[in-house]
């Protein structure tokens, strides 16, 4: 008997992608801006709250501009979690910013808020927290805090469409917040990503910042009669046929994140007694958190080796995967960034953490026989 192949992830198509694409491309509206990018402003902005939702060529793409909106200059330090992707600290860096890592806290794998006052130092002009797999951080604690120290928040919300923390959206509540649809996030475009900008101030230079430096979006509203070069910008929006493909998932969102956290929940029940033998423990949710299932992980007793776990798994056609390695770690976060304090908690559990297949046209059969895998690896892989 052949068993089937569970890859890591797959893409998911709601079906309408195509067509809309096609109604961009017969509508003659190919650049940036167009009615789709339109649509999909007004549904971030309806859903979440946000002040102006500008759609970006991807997370990567909005955390830049957060960083050219907040007039970063060389030397101006940003704290952030050390266990995030890459970009959270190379949009700063690009500025001349300097990244200061704290560490996280051991249930959510987020940023410790305890941790921000004794890394605040002169230079520091904003906190990044990320939403890792789409669990808020401790947003109140935190807003708090960049109130006291005049400090800006900007949102990594990467992984957190359709999450909430306190019934508020994330990527709603720092100054700015910014969102991926990476194929491999939840809502996707391929590449893709949004900025939202919650203080007002912000969203009149984030259109300019967005269109190459240049007044454009105000010329198209009839605002100024013609566009000139106000400041530093760059090209960060998408093409028409981006948005219309995003409109087709955005039209589905509430059933892909019900259908992804469904299967979260088995992986959940499913993997509980392994937790109970203490041969891994399962994600922590506050109460105040409702996510939105981007990710299922484990975190590997210390005992066992992942490795081992990976290898059982890719042999039964399973493809489970870890990241990230902290960037406190990495060549290019020693080279142009800085901790504060101790890593205890980045470097145990992102030793120990393992990801698991999660996506859409997954079936619950699919999540039973990868928890079964993982029972009888963890008990052959102890050392
Ligand atoms: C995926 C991700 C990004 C980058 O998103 P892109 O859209 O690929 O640029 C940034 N931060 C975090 C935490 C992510 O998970």
């Not at 991926?180 to 475009?189: A, L």
């Not at 530093?232 to 995003?246: D, R």
């Amino acid at each position: 008997m052949t068993k089937d192949i569970i890859p890591f992830n797959q893409p998911y198509m709601t079906g309408k992608e195509l067509y809309y694409i096609a109604q961009a491309k017969f509508g003659n509206m190919l650049a940036g801006d167009g009615p789709y990018t339109k649509r999909c402003h007004g549904w971030i902005e309806e859903r979440t709250g946000c002040a102006k939702a500008l759609l970006t060529h991807s997370c990567t793409a909005a955390l830049e501009m957060s960083a050219l909106l907040l007039d970063m200059q060389p030397g101006d330090e940003v704290i952030m979690p050390s266990y995030t992707f890459v970009s959270t600290a190379n949009a700063f860096v690009l500025r001349g910013g300097v990244p200061v890592f704290v560490d996280i806290r051991e249930d959510t794998l987020n940023l410790d808020e305890n941790l921000l006052e004794a890394a605040i130092t002169p230079r520091t002009r904003a906190i990044v927290p990320v939403h890792y797999a789409g669990v808020s951080c401790e947003m109140d604690t935190i807003i708090d805090i960049a109130r006291r120290y005049g400090l800006r928040v900007v949102e990594d919300a990467a992984q957190g469409v359709m999450a909430r923390y306190k019934g508020r959206a994330l990527g709603s509540m720092g100054d700015l917040g910014a969102y991926s649809f990476h194929e491999t996030k939840n809502v996707i475009s391929g590449e893709g990503g949004a900025l939202l900008v919650n203080d007002p101030a912000l969203a009149l230079r984030a259109e300019i910042v967005r269109e190459k430096g240049t007044d454009r979006s105000r010329f198209f509203r009839g605002e100024v009669d013609k566009y000139t070069w106000q400041e530093v910008g760059s090209s960060f929006l998408p093409g028409e046929l981006v948005a219309a493909f995003l409109w087709a998932q955005f039209e589905e969102a509430d059933s892909i994140t019900r259908k992804r956290l469904e299967l979260w929940q088995h992986y959940h029940e499913a993997l509980a007694g392994l937790e109970a033998d203490g041969l891994l423990r399962r994600p922590i949710i506050p109460p105040e958190c409702e996510h939105n299932a981007h990710m299922y992980y484990v975190l590997l007793a210390p005992a066992i080796d992942r490795q081992s776990v990976i290898a059982r798994l890719k042999a039964e056609g399973i493809f489970s995967v870890f990241h990230y390695v902290p960037l406190h770690d990495s060549p290019g976060g020693r080279r142009y960034g800085r901790v504060a304090g101790e890593m205890v908690h980045t470097d145990a559990l992102s030793a120990r953490l393992l990801r698991l297949p999660l996506w859409v046209q997954m079936q619950q059969q699919d999540v039973e026989r990868i928890a079964g895998v993982i029972r009888a690896a963890v008990f052959t892989a102890r050392n």
